[in-house]
C-alpha cells in the first residue's frame, strides 16, 4: 500500500474511485456532478492524497483550500473507501499522511463535514480528535419540483434571479 497526491492521478480515476467508494452510500453523484461539487469547494489535487494498492486507488481524501474564519483552512470535499477495503484504517493512515503536507502548504485548520448515521466516519473523525461543531439537516429534491415561482414574504428583504 502506498499513500501519495492526487497532484499527478486523472479525474476519470478519481471518479472511479469515488463511484466505488459510494456505490453503496445514500447520496450519489455522476461523473459532472462530482466535478461541479469538487470546483465549488475549492478542490485541490495536489493537496488531496489516496492510497494505493499497486496501481489501484482504494481508499481517499479530497481537500478544497479556503479561508475560513480568517484562517487558511482544508475543506474535507470527499473522503471514501472501496468496500473490500473499509476497516483497516486506511482513511485514518491517508488523514495522517495529508497533515505534514497541509502544514508546509500553510493550512492553519480542518474542516470536514460527515452524517451523523454514518457511524464508522463518525468513529475515525473521533478518534483523530475531530469535534462536533455544528449539525445540519439536508433535503433534496428534483428541481422541477422545487419550482421557480417567487413567494412574497412581509420582510425588508427580498429575494430574486440574479
Known amino acids: ?12 480515476e478519481l471518479f472511479g474511485a469515488f463511484e466505488q467508494a459510494f456505490a453503496d452510500y445514500e447520496v450519489r ?11 465549488r469547494r475549492g478542490f485541490r489535487p495536489d493537496l488531496s492524497f489516496a492510497a494505493f494498492d499497486s496501481d489501484k486507488m482504494v481508499s481517499f481524501t479530497c481537500n478544497g483550500i479556503g479561508d475560513f474564519n480568517g484562517k487558511q483552512t482544508a475543506y ?27 502544514g508546509e502548504a500553510g493550512i492553519q485548520e480542518y474542516l470536514l463535514e460527515v452524517l451523523q448515521h454514518n457511524t464508522g466516519a463518525v468513529s475515525v473523525y473521533s ?6 461543531t ?3 439537516y439536508y433535503f433534496k429534491t428534483k428541481n422541477d419540483k422545487a ?3 417567487a413567494k412574497y414574504i412581509d420582510s425588508r428583504y427580498s429575494l430574486m434571479p440574479i
Open 1 to 12: 500500500m502506498k499513500i501519495k497526491s492526487l497532484g499527478d492521478t486523472s479525474f476519470d
Open 29 to 39: 453523484l455522476d461523473k459532472s456532478e462530482l466535478l461541479a461539487m469538487l470546483k
Open 76 to 102: 474535507d470535499t470527499g473522503t471514501g473507501t472501496l468496500k473490500d477495503y473499509r476497516g483497516k484504517g486506511l482513511a485514518t493512515q491517508v488523514f495522517e499522511y495529508s497533515i505534514p503536507h497541509l
Open 127 to 132: 478518534k483523530l480528535g475531530f469535534e462536533v
Open 134 to 136: 455544528r449539525e445540519f
Open 147 to 149: 419550482g421557480d415561482k
